[in-house]
């Protein structure tokens, strides 16, 4: 059987992102658990805010087609988001929505959701640990038909989570890392 192909999206940009560092020990974790794991920066897919009369006008963008295309070339993906407001930030709202529009030949609009695994974390600087982002997320994936697996991570205090090496320091963090990376992989190996 081919390798376990898993793309890691962190939804920040910023430079010191505390949720890129969680995408990037849970990259860490899903190679150790066996998965051949992509991460990207949405940084090098940069879009437009959605406009139906600009795809009207121009189609979708390259770039939403590109990633939808990385998506479909994986068979799990984790989204780490920040939480803006009590929900998620515009960036990965935007992305999801240009990406929901894109269709591929032979293929029905929405395809890349229903096809594929999807796990979900955040980081926040505050107890919640972005609970209420994590909420909005999974609700919006669910309506693109995606099956979003039951473990999350909301990463409380994230200023204080890492050690000096940028690894999670607090137990609680490393088990519920290594339940959610476990989890997107069993599902990811019975939607492959
Ligand atoms: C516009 C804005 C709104 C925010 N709203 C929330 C919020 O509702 N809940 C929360 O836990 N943190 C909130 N924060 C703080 C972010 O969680 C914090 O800046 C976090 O570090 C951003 O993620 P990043 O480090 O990956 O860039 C907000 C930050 C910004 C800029």
Known sequence: MSALKILVIPGSLRTGSLNAKLAAVAAQELVRQGADVT???LADFPLPIYDGDLQAKSGVPKNAVNLK????AH??????TPEY???VPALVKNT?????RVQDQHEARGEVFRDRAFAIAA???????GTRALAALRLILTACHATVIPNQL??????HAYDDMDQLKHHADVDAMQAMTR????????MM
């Not at 295309?69 to 479909?72: D, E, F, G, P, T």
């Not at 909301?154 to 200023?159: G, I, P």
């Not at 989890?183 to 019975?190: A, R």
């Open 96 to 100: 999801i929505d240009w990406m929901s």
């Open 85 to 87: 407001n009590s929900s």
């Open 154 to 159: 909301a990463l409380s205090f994230a200023e």
């Open 69 to 72: 295309r990385m998506v479909s």
């Open 75 to 80: 068979h799990g993906v984790l989204i780490v």
């Open 123 to 129: 980081a926040s600087g505050n107890r919640l640990g």
């Open 183 to 190: 989890q997107l992989i069993d599902f990811s190996q019975h």
């Open 39 to 41: 991460r990207i920066s």
